[in-house]
């Protein structure tokens, strides 16, 4: 089993340096939730198909991230309070070059 | 007034499911749902992904799977009110109840189940300061009678079908479409995507991208928007306007049902897995919507849960009838249309 260790700045603001494992077949979206940094019902709604931009994120370090698919960036160009560096967290599949990956929540779409 | 046995809030899969289990127990069911068709979240955010995991389907289309429903349920002849939402309950005197939707349509019946899901799907609306301002005199987040632009100066945000859809239709009504998309690709079906170049090749719609709108401008009514190129240059244009509307799709709000004094706890409500009945006796949660120790959002799980409510509700409504539980291959199915559906007799022949 190999961890890494993952930064996420809540949508409080709070930081939380936590450790995701790359052999659970998880994406980013659901490390949050597995640690409950955002409350259900507010993350992941569409469940991780890339159809809602509810695990939104901007990538504060500068980790090596695989390209975004077609549908994350369409989800994107629609979404709001989109930034330069956001990603959606269920996109990004865990694995051992995102070690040190720092990154924040985005808002919540209200 | 619709007066029924079990109303059910939501007409996504376990909605529908309960239509089923409640027709073996002879108890009638009508349907209440946001949106215009059945199927949930099946059938506006996924029809086409295939599902793995429905007990005896290895792979099926949310699209398909929701079909089949409505052939499962259809002898049972459910009642639908579509595209209304459930707004109010009120309990009456003689402990049933009657839900009024938005468009003011009243619902009577002793059981309420809500099946709402993730809630109704409400139009996402753009973060600009002055938005809530002009809906009633320029914005709109959906169209409901494209007349009210004939003649008029529309802008349409966004990138998916319901954009690429209303210009094209919009480009022959109004005197002037506008579509503004952050992007340069559309995200639609590839006819409508041609369809939109030939009418700006044509000069009948006007196309900005990759752009967005900044700001709304006007006194009592939207009189321009302001929109920004999203390139080096971010170029300002300040276009004349009389309606906007942005169409970026839908997303699921919980809504005036987190106002109905049910036990909320994230996001969703709270049930008894016993017979999956909320604080309100009488009002039970079935699906996505509620939640309990150990819950799955599964469609599955979804399907026991309409199940096992149905048997309580039936207990509720006929407190006086005893009842066993019959299996389906020993007593049919019989509609409520006369129907009936059951295993055929085995043939007993002698072997000479």
Known sequence: MTDIKITIIDRDGVSHEIDAPTDMNMNLMEVVRSYELAPEGTIGICGGMAMCASCQCYVLSDTELPEMGDDEEAMLSEAFNVKDNSRLGCQLHITEDMDGLEVELAPEEL | MIKTDILIIGAGPTGLFAVFEAGLLKLKCHLIDALPQAGGQCSEIYPKKPIYDIPGFP????????????????????????????????????????????????????????????????????????????????????????????????????????????????????????????????????????????????????????????????????????????????????????????????SPKLGPIGDWGLEIEKNAIKVDTFDYQTNIPGIYAIGDVN??????????????????????????????????????????????????????????????
């Open chain 2, 59 to 250: 792979e099926v289309l949310a699209g398909d799977l929701v079909d089949n429903l409505m052939e499962q349920i259809k002898s049972f002849q459910p009642g639908f009110t579509l595209g209304e939402r459930a707004e109010t309950i009120d309990k009456l005197e003689d402990g049933t109840f009657v839900v009024t939707t938005n468009k003011g349509t009243k619902h009577h019946a002793p059981v309420v189940a809500i099946a709402g899901g993730l809630g109704s799907f409400e139009p996402r609306k753009p973060l600009l300061d002055n938005l809530s301002k002009f809906e009633d005199s320029g914005v709109a987040y959906m169209i409901k009678d494209p007349e009210v632009y004939r003649d008029k100066k529309v802008v349409i945000a966004g990138g998916g079908d319901s954009a690429l859809d209303w210009s094209i239709f919009l480009a022959d009504v109004a005197s002037q479409v506008t579509l503004v998309h952050r992007r340069n690709e559309f995200r639609g079906a590839l006819d409508s995507v041609e369809k939109v170049q030939e009418l700006k090749n044509q000069g009948k719609l006007n196309l900005i991208t990759p752009a967005e709108i900044i700001a709304l401008n006007g006194d009592d009514k939207l009189e321009s928007v302001l929109i920004i190129k999203i390139s080096d240059a971010k170029e300002e244009i300040l276009l004349d306007v009389d309606n906007f509307i942005p169409l970026f799709g839908l």
């Open chain 2, 291 to 352: 939640t309990y120790p150990g819950k799955l959002k599964l469609i599955l799980c979804g399907f026991h849960e309409a199940t096992l409510m149905c048997q309580s509700a039936f207990q509720k409504i006929h407190p006086d009838k005893k009842y066993v539980m019959k299996y389906t291959t020993v007593g049919g199915v019989s509609g409520f249309d006369g129907t009936k559906k059951e295993a055929p007799k085995a043939v007993v022949k002698k072997i000479e």
